[in-house]
């Protein structure tokens, strides 16, 4: 149970107190890992981060405010200091004037469904899981250190604000990570393996997690050695759905947070490209790029947002041009619109900003089959291990880990080393062909500061690209 | 008393525990395009738990202090179905060091004058825009341990960075200290509007190998990678390009690098770890060579030596990391160089291989071409490809100033560093 009635008490404290809005958000993130080295149990870990925030406007100027302390005495004092706080600031007369957007108040209870509940899985469970994982890898020869990790995690949330909004949910999460080194006397290769999604411990399964890791070892074991060099050059590239993910999410999705448009993370993860690009032109008609909170058992799964907003997919880019941004409140009120349900927090002390939630490339007509016969001479990267940025969000990397050459429209040998190095505008230009298939990958975004790991879906089909220049290492 | 509370309920259902009580008030006040866009007060208290029964162990922390009781009790429910195994070692009965680093408050008004004004500074020097962020702290730590250690500490910590932007260029600033007297924003915008001004109008380079001059905020980004790679945790699951590398020179004679636990304008500064040991220095690199593998008790067991006093329960890990200035100025660092890039940051830092050192890693904000002992022209769209032992033996010379760093992103544990000239850098353009 949450302390539901302090939610309640603080915004009619900050209304007392003369702040013009406020919301409060009681947030209890209950998580457990459990972690085998090389087939030892490290430490297990188990916690909560239980607590209150209120983020409440005063004199026009945002303030946050969080305490763990959950009594009526101590909500009273955070806000009554929150006020002191943003007087001093008003004061400088350097304070942002924010405008929220309007939005409907509105009642809602929301859950994922778990067939078995959180509460009822215990540690065993974990432990008994992550055996059977590391007896896929233990007796593979290649296989020299090997760090497998499953967590649970249940987020209970309560929020109010003082335009009558009540919003309460509970999203159970599970995740299995893996980072595993293989090599022999020529070869060292290290892969990240993450595969998630929210629901009950049978998500793994709904998922294909086990299979999936098990593909992964195969892979791993099998390319260790054998890959060959290439050439520099232009090559026509096949990218599976995790290139395709990493690239939506990276190149696409957070330029398209408004708040970074506006420049407010400036000093952190940046601005974006879209404060130059006046054409909204980015890509051929092939670039089709989605966010959708609302794909059941997603790791980025929500229906309603931080801000109480009801959730909804957002096309971020329809047949190569900018058709919509993420927005909050606070982004849409500035531009006119209303929101699109864009804002979270990681947990309770930390205010909710623009984030991604499930971020991926649309699924075209095309089979995989008929894709690499597309290709006469080129590459197939099928995952990735480096890759980056820059925080403008045009100049990126990915560097491939399991990759083949295609040859003649067959998949032949594998390859090492392959770098897509590029800018926004070229690499999305260049898509030629997507599949039908439509896979996620989870992974956790960083954003803010103070920083805000979120989960995330990055997705997509297999993609063509005609003509990319690659690199490699 | 809070942990009198966990006490009373564990000390007679384990062997062993290690709580630490943390009380933390912080302060952040976050600004871009020259306004404040949010400020937050956030009051928190948090228990962390290590417990141990026979050869079962449980970590957990605790944050519902109305609940506090069955939180604790769950724990203990944990040990009994957890599998046997290895168990760290809460330390024997010690004490620690009183060092006086910080002040005994916040002196918030203080800070935000300084906030502003920096604002104002950087704005006056011409820039188009300034974002940034203050952070300010104030924690009391509180030990207690079933070997009888107790401990409380109380520290202040202030850090700030900013990001100055002018036409296309853009600059970096950053200050960190334990003490309002030396928190400095106002030299920290105007260096980031300095950068942002030279950087206005950048040029691309050809990709190639490049001797470069790295500064105090890239710097501190490698060396927090390679000290991360010191931890003997880090080493055993893949982390780390130091594996059986303990005692061989990775670098030149002029490089030692060192962990403080404690120390003035370390801002992770504590004077015990997570399993109650002491806190001290460890030498990690002596000139040149990698001399120390840093540990808690549980990895110490695995190496057979003793613990660092860095858990980290399950990873230990560094505190406050330095790195000794060298015997030039940076002027002359530069004068030397015949043709190269200065690189004043970098973000976004990943690996190919950690085994191997292979990574790249973004180059951001003021990057300076240098032609004949001169700074010529600024640097668009770079991106550094290196190996971390490749960029260590290729240190030529390391600056005489050093600066501590810590900011979101690349430098999370504090590092302070020198400039430092590497050779043979490759630089890679899109």
Redesign the interface.
């Known amino acids: 149970m949450l302390?539901e009635d302090l939610a309640h008490f603080a915004v009619e404290q900050a209304s007392k107190l003369g702040f013009e809005y406020s919301e409060a958000r009681v947030q209890?993130d209950t998580f457990i890992t459990v972690?085998l080295?090389?087939g030892?149990?490290?430490?297990?870990?188990?916690?909560?981060?239980?607590?209150i925030g209120i983020r409440a406007i005063y004199k026009g100027?945002?303030?946050?405010?969080?305490?763990?302390?959950?009594?009526k005495d101590?909500v009273t004092?955070?806000i009554e200091?929150?006020k002191r706080?943003?007087e001093?600031?008003a004061a400088?007369k350097?304070?942002?004037k924010v405008r929220m957007s309007e939005e409907d108040a509105l009642t809602a209870n929301w859950s994922v469904d778990e067939r078995t509940s959180f509460e009822d899985v215990?540690?065993?469970w974990f432990?008994k899981k992550t055996r059977e994982l590391d007896e896929l890898t233990k007796n593979e020869s290649k296989i020299?250190?090997r760090?497998i990790r499953l967590s649970g995690s249940l987020q209970l949330k309560y929020f109010v604000n003082s335009e009558g909004t009540m919003v309460r949910s509970r999203v159970p999460r599970y995740l299995l990570t893996a980072?595993i080194?293989a090599?022999d006397a020529s070869d060292?290769?290290?892969r990240f393996i993450e595969i998630g999604g929210s629901g009950g411990p049978e998500v793994l399964d709904r998922l294909k997690a086990y299979e999936k890791f098990n593909e992964e070892i195969r892979a791993i074991t099998n390319i260790v050695g054998r890959r060959k060099s290439v050439k520099e050059g232009v090559y026509d590239v096949v990218v599976g759905p995790e290139v395709a993910g990493i690239m939506a999410h990276e190149s696409i999705g957070h330029p398209f947070e408004a708040d970074r448009v506006?420049?407010?993370?400036?000093?952190?993860?940046?601005e974006s490209y879209l404060r130059e690009i006046k054409s909204g032109k980015i890509g051929s008609a092939e670039a089709n790029i989605s966010d959708d909170p609302t794909i059941p058992f997603s790791y980025g799964y929500f229906l309603f947002d931080e801000e109480g907003v009801k959730a909804r997919k957002k096309e971020l880019v329809k047949e190569g041009a900018v058709n919509e941004l993420l927005h909050n409140r606070e982004t849409a009120g500035e531009t006119g619109i209303n929101s699109n349900a864009s804002a979270r927090a990681s947990n309770y002390?930390v205010?909710p900003i623009i984030r991604m939630s499930n971020t991926f490339v649309e699924p075209g007509d095309w089979t995989f089959e008929e894709i690499v016969k597309e290709v006469k001479d080129g590459l197939f990267i099928k995952s990735f291990?480096?890759?980056?940025?820059?925080?403008r969000r045009?100049?990126?990397?990915y560097?491939g880990f399991e990759a083949y050459r295609i040859s003649n429209s067959e998949i032949q040998e594998p390859v090492k080393?392959i770098i897509i190095?590029?800018?926004t505008l070229?690499l999305w230009s260049k898509l030629y062909a997507r599949s039908r298939e439509l896979e996620f990958s989870a992974a956790t975004c960083?954003k803010g500061?103070?920083?805000q790991g979120v989960p995330v879906w990055t997705g997509g089909p297999y993609l063509l690209f005609k003509g990319l220049n690659l690199?490699v290492? | 008393m809070i942990l009198d509370r966990v006490k009373q309920i564990i000390s007679n259902a384990v062997d062993q525990y290690s709580l630490i009580e943390s009380d933390v008030d912080e302060?952040?006040?976050?600004?871009?395009?020259?306004?404040?866009?949010?400020?937050?007060?956030?009051?928190?208290?948090?228990i962390q738990m290590?417990a141990t029964k026979g050869r079962k162990?449980?970590?957990?922390?605790?944050?519902?202090?109305?609940s506090l009781e069955k939180?604790v009790e769950?724990?203990l429910k944990?040990l009994e179905?957890?599998?046997e195994?290895?168990v760290?070692e809460v330390y024997p009965k010690t004490s620690y060091s009183n060092m006086e680093i910080s002040d005994k408050e916040i002196a918030?008004?203080e800070a935000?004058s300084k906030v502003?004004n920096s604002?104002d500074k950087a704005y006056s020097a011409g820039v188009d825009?300034i974002?940034?962020?203050a952070?300010l702290y104030k924690t009391t730590y509180n030990l207690l341990t079933s070997t009888g250690n107790e401990k409380e500490e109380k520290r202040t910590d202030y850090i700030y960075?900013?990001?100055a932007?002018k036409g296309n260029g853009s600059g970096f600033g950053n200050s960190v200290s334990t003490s309002i007297k030396r928190f400095d924003p106002e030299s920290a915008s105007a260096e980031a509007a300095e950068y942002a001004k030279i950087s206005e109008s950048p040029k691309s380079i050809p990709e190639g190998k490049y001797t470069v001059i790295l500064s105090p905020p890239i710097a501190s980004a490698i060396f927090e990678l390679v000290a991360g790679m010191c931890s003997a945790?880090s080493i055993?699951?893949?982390?780390s390009f130091l594996k059986d590398r303990l005692g061989e020179t990775i670098a030149p004679e002029g490089l030692s690098m060192t962990d403080y636990g404690q120390i003035s304008d370390g801002v992770n500064s504590r004077s015990f770890d997570d399993e109650g040991a002491p806190t001290g220095s460890t030498k990690l690199i002596e000139k040149g060579r990698f001399v120390s593998v840093i540990h808690n008790s549980?990895t110490a067991k695995k190496w057979r030596t003793k613990t660092t006093g860095n858990a980290g329960?399950?990873d230990p890990s560094p505190w406050n990391v330095i790195i000794d200035g060298g015997d030039v100025d940076n002027d002359e660092m530069i004068k030397e160089i015949k043709e190269g890039v200065l690189i004043t940051n970098n973000?976004?830092?990943?690996?190919?291989?950690?085994?191997?050192g292979?990574?790249?890693?973004?180059i951001?904000d003021a990057a300076l071409y240098i032609k004949n002992g001169e700074i010529s022209h600024p640097v668009a769209?770079i991106?550094l490809?290196d190996s971390l032992p490749r960029l260590l033996t290729s240190i030529k010379m390391i600056s005489k100033n050093t600066k501590w760093v810590k900011w979101?992103?690349e430098v999370v544990t504090p590092v302070k560093s020198p400039y430092i000239t590497v050779e043979g850098a490759t630089l890679?353009?899109?």
Do not use: C, H
């Open positions: 302390a209890r972690s080295n090389s030892i149990p490290d430490v297990p870990l188990k916690g909560e981060f239980y607590g100027a945002m303030g946050f405010s969080s305490t763990n302390v959950l009594t101590s004092n955070v200091n929150l706080t943003l001093s600031i400088t350097i304070n942002e215990n540690l065993d432990l020299k250190q760090l980072f080194t090599y060292i290769a290290q506006r420049g407010r993370e400036g000093a952190q993860g940046g002390s205010e291990m480096e890759w980056n940025i820059d925080d045009l100049n990126q990397r560097v080393g190095e590029t800018t070229n960083g500061d103070p920083e690199k290492r | 302060y952040i006040i976050r600004f871009y395009n020259g306004k404040v866009t949010v400020a937050a007060v956030n009051r928190s208290t948090y290590l162990k449980v970590f957990k922390v605790l944050t519902d202090m109305q939180g769950d724990a944990t179905i957890i599998e195994g290895e760290p918030f008004d935000l502003i604002v825009r974002a940034g962020i952070k960075y900013a990001r932007f945790y055993d699951v893949g982390f549980t329960i399950i973000w976004y830092t990943r690996f190919n291989n950690y085994r191997t292979e990574f790249s890693t973004i951001r769209n991106r490809s979101w992103g890679t353009v899109p």
